[in-house]
Structure formats: C-alpha cells, structure tokens
C-alpha cells in the first residue's frame, strides 16, 4: 500500500495481483461503497492492477487542517480500508496478508451496539447471529466466489483464532469477579455466624445462672412463738424442697441448644450428622441448603464453565417429591422431607451460573433434618431459632411457633414449660392465700 500526502489531498494505492482483480475489487466497492462523509469527498477508480482513492475535504468544509477534520479522514480512510481490504482477502489469495490493522480496535465499541441490536433480534442465539451474518455475505458480497474456497475458510479461521484470546480473558476476569464474589459472601456468613455464636453463649450463661437460683428457693412459715403444746407449727415446704428417692427417675439431662463447646460430645443418637450452617440448613458438596420454620432455600451452582440457559434446567414440584437436574446431571431426586405447597414452590436461575430453588413448607412448626430421603442429615437440636424469620410470620402463629420452641427447649434442659410454671404460680398463690393449711403431706404431680 503506498500513500502519498499533497496539501489537502490524500491520496492511497492498493495494489492487486492483476488488472481483473483491481477491476472486480472496485465494482464490489461501488456496489458496497462506505458510508459518505459530509466533510470528506473520496474519488476512487483503477489504474492498472491498483485500486486508488483520494480523500480531500469538501469545498464548503471549514478549516481543513483543523485536528476535527484529521480526525474525520481518519475515520473514512480507515472505513475505505476496511472494505477494500476485506475484498482484497478474499480475492487475492497470492498476496501477503496486510499488515494488522490498529484502527478497527477503535470501530470495536461502537460497532457492539450494533451487533448486540442484531443479535437479539435473531433466534437461537449465536447460531442465529452467524446465519444472519453469512447470509448477508452470501446475498451482498462475493465472499463465497470471489476467492477460493480455501482462502475464504482461511480469512473465518484466522478471526476466529484471532479473538479467542480476547473471549479468554473476558471469561477468566469474570470468574475471578465470581471468586471475589463468593469470598466477600463467605467473610460475611463468617461473621455473621461467630455473631450468633456469641448471642447463644451469652444466652446460655444467664440461663444457667437462673436456673441454679431457683433450685435454692426453700419457702418457710415461721411463727414467732411455739403452740400450746409445746410443738413447733408444721413446716410449709415446696415441691423443690422434696428430695427424691432412689425409686424415682432421676432429673433428665440438660440439653445445650446451639453449637457444641470445646470438649462437649454429641448425643449417640445425633452422632454422624452435619452441623446445621448459619442459615438452619447444611452445606453438601452438590448444593447447600438454609431454612426458616415456614420455606427453605436450595442454592445450587452449575459448577461449568460456561453461563446456561434456564432450559438446560429441570425442577419438578409434587407436594411430597422434588427433582433437581442440570442436563443430565441430576442433583435431587427422591421424597421431601415433609410435604410443601407446589404452587408456592418457585425456581430462578441467577447469572446462568446458579440455580436456587424456594420450597414452602406446609408444616411451618418444624426443621427439616434434610431436603429428600437418602442426603445427610443436620442435627436439629443445634439449629439457632433467632437466625429464622419469625417477622415473616402472621400475629397467631408466630405466638404459636414461639410458644413451641419454648417449651421444646425447656423439656430438653429439664425445666418446666410454660403451662406447668402457669400451675405452679396459681398453686403458690393459692398456698399464700391460706397459711392455716398444712400442705406438707400434699402430693403435687
């Protein structure tokens, strides 16, 4: 390519392998020309085995040599170029390739508009978008005869080729975005974990320390003089005052509700199961799960390279049975934990890179110990109930639920639930109101 400046005249020789070429090459061009600028005039025509083109500013262009009017013919001489080259390509397969070409790096920004405008206007995707794209070259260019068939595979190679790195890259920046992603969220479960963690000691020490109070509690009458015999009046003595004999069971065995303290063992019957994670669920290698006392949550990621389509996922709902697959991968499939209600069951896909599934429980006054039969079970009787959404939660059943995890986490510590201590109250209201009564050999139970 030979150019060549005069004052305001730009002038470009494009050489051919021969005057046929340059002629076929220049009625593409006048079939296809580029697009016209007002402030630029382009004559072109053939001379020999060359294709040349002059660029001069118009006649009515104001200052010519202005860096806005460099600017323009730099943009119509690397549009010319573009189009000639291509041309050249498929034609000339004798002649060396051009050298690479900086400038269309600059059309690329732009031209994603436009492309991105076709493409979802074209079915199916990127197979679609090449139809669309071989097609126009089939019905306004000769690409397909204009050269041999080899050179023409070539010239689509060598592109192809060309921008696999750039696509590689993309695709390697976007999984380290994911990476830092996914490291932020963990740091964040982390901490809130270790929050909750904190909240269920302290809970646990005033708990304790309640409980060894009231176990000293000793309720005595006592009279300032002895009765006319001579005989101390009877002792008023409470049920905690009794001491057991050894026909009588023992008192059952604390249960702590929360995560296990250093040196602390399971119970044999929960010894093998996962410890539930912050979110009331389990971590599993295919999938983790979390869960309130009305829903649950599966998140599941694709674990490919690549972003899918929602129809490269299937999520079947019945109310006692769930199926999870990615193609042909299948990720559950088996009997629910308990039933759900299947039209308030829902499934997204997020990003194309994960797939969470949302399950409404029917039973909303109980924690799944898994999501189908045959996966790991949690340990239930370590589950955090503040972490669950009790707000969610209509005025009588949050009252309800609340009640039920009181008094499942008073039987377990070996306390009274909330309608035993209401008996207790009213008795020893009763035993104040009536000092004269002996209630010694009385047998509460």
């Not at 990476?179 to 974990?193: F, G, I, L, S, T």
């Not at 690549?306 to 088996?334: C, E, M, W, Y």
Request: proline residues 7%.
């Amino acid at each position: 390519m030979e150019v060549t400046k005069d004052c305001n005249l730009m002038r470009i020789e494009l050489p051919f392998p021969n005057p046929k070429a340059a002629l076929v090459a220049y009625r593409a061009l006048a079939v296809d020309p580029p697009p016209p600028r007002s402030t630029i005039n382009i004559n072109s025509f053939v001379r020999d085995s060359s294709i040349i083109a002059e660029f001069s500013p118009a006649s009515d262009a104001s200052e010519p040599n202005s860096l806005s009017q460099l600017k323009k013919l730099r943009t119509a001489v690397s549009s010319w170029l573009e189009l000639t080259y291509l041309t050249r390509e498929t034609m000339a397969h004798d002649v060396a390739a051009p050298p690479n070409r900086h400038f269309f790096i600059d059309m690329e920004n732009p031209l994603d508009g436009l492309f991105l405008n076709i493409a979802q206007q074209c079915p199916n995707g990127i197979q679609g978008l090449l139809e669309a794209f071989f097609g126009f070259l089939a019905r306004r260019t000769d690409f397909y005869y204009g050269a041999t068939e080899s050179t023409a595979k070539k010239l689509v190679l060598d592109n192809f080729k060309n921008y696999k790195d750039v696509a590689m890259t993309r695709r390697d920046q976007e999984r380290e975005e994911m990476k830092e992603k996914d490291e932020r969220e963990k740091r964040r479960r982390a901490e809130k974990a270790e929050e909750a963690l904190r909240k269920n000691a302290e809970k646990a020490t005033e708990a304790a320390g309640d409980n060894d109070t009231a176990k000293g509690v000793v309720i005595e009458e006592v009279f300032d003089e002895p009765s006319a015999n001579g005989e101390q009046p009877p002792k008023v003595e409470t049920k905690e005052d009794k001491v057991p004999a050894a026909s009588e069971k023992p008192e059952p065995k604390p249960v702590k509700i929360g995560p296990l303290e250093e040196g602390e063992e399971e119970d044999e019957a929960d010894k093998g199961k996962l410890k539930p994670n912050e979110g009331n669920g389990g971590d599993l290698p295919n999938y983790r799960w979390v869960q309130t006392l009305g829903d649950v949550d599966i998140y599941i990621p694709t674990k490919l390279p690549t972003r899918i389509k929602s129809r490269q996922v299937t999520v079947q709902f019945k109310r006692k049975h769930l199926k999870i697959a990615i193609g042909s991968n299948t990720i559950l499939d088996g009997l629910l934990y308990n039933e759900v209600k299947t039209e308030e069951c829902s499934w997204i896909l997020e990003d194309g890179l994960e797939v969470v599934v949302h399950l409404e429980k029917i039973n909303k006054m109980e924690w799944w110990s898994r999501i189908v039969e045959g996966e790991p079970e949690i340990n239930t009787k370590r589950v955090q109930p503040e972490n669950s959404k009790l707000g969610d939660l209509d005025g009588e059943t949050r009252s309800m639920v609340e009640k039920m995890m009181y008094d499942q986490q008073q039987k377990q510590m070996g306390r009274p639930t909330s309608e035993e201590q209401k008996k207790q109250e009213m008795l020893k209201k009763f035993m104040d109101a009536h000092p004269e009564m002996d209630f010694s050999k009385c047998k509460f139970g």
